[in-house]
């Protein structure tokens, strides 16, 4: 899987929002493209696509990934997202649950683009843990079970956490506390985007 086109790296902002699984990055990123007009990728939506796309090499990998809290190969998802990326009309991306993994955040800056701004949501496992068993009612998300995402929550401490680590030594974090309502979680997030970037 590998794409052709190349990036104009110009003028091209790349936001990560970073946090455990169910700290509410979809749901702060929706708030975000409605003010400041970003297009917003989420890893695992991607993800989650190809792996129900008729024919992908990916597929059985991807869920094999998903269902054990897993991080999927790199080349795999940044493949996805620099897909997209290309085929958008818009310069402003809001990229959700991605890098997962230090090595992905290395090769993501290097032949994709530098991120501008990450958020980082911080919140408890207890918090997180509610809110996904609460989602699973619905979500039919085959990681929304209490075992997958314990799963995810090891992960998440052991790889996903020393990204964050990694891009505070730019200054680029902004760590954000998010167990509070989404509308008040937002009130903390919303200045930091509107003093960078104009609302719509
Ligand atoms: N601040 C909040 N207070 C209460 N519930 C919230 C809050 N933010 C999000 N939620 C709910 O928690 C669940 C997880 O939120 P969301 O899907 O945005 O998280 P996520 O970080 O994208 O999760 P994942 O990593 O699993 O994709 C959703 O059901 C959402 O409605
Ligand atoms: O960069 C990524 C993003 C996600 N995954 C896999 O997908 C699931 C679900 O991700 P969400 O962000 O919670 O939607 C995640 O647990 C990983 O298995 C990935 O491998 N790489
Ligand atoms: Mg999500």
Redesign the pocket.
Known sequence: MTSEAKLSKDDMTVCFIL???????????AKLVQDFGFVHM?A?DLLREEQQRPGSEYGELIQNCIKEGKIVPSEVTITLLEKKIIESDSNRFLI??FPRQLDQALAFEKEVVESTLIIY?ECSEEVMLK??L??GET?G?I??NKETILK?FKTFLELSYPVVEHFRKSGKVHTVP?????E??YARVKPIFAELFKQK
């Open positions: 946090g455990g699984p169910g700290s509410g990055k979809g749901t702060q990123c989420s695992g959700d649950g949501l809110r996904l609460k989602r979500s998300r990681d929304d995810r998010c167990e509070d309502s989404v008040e979680v």
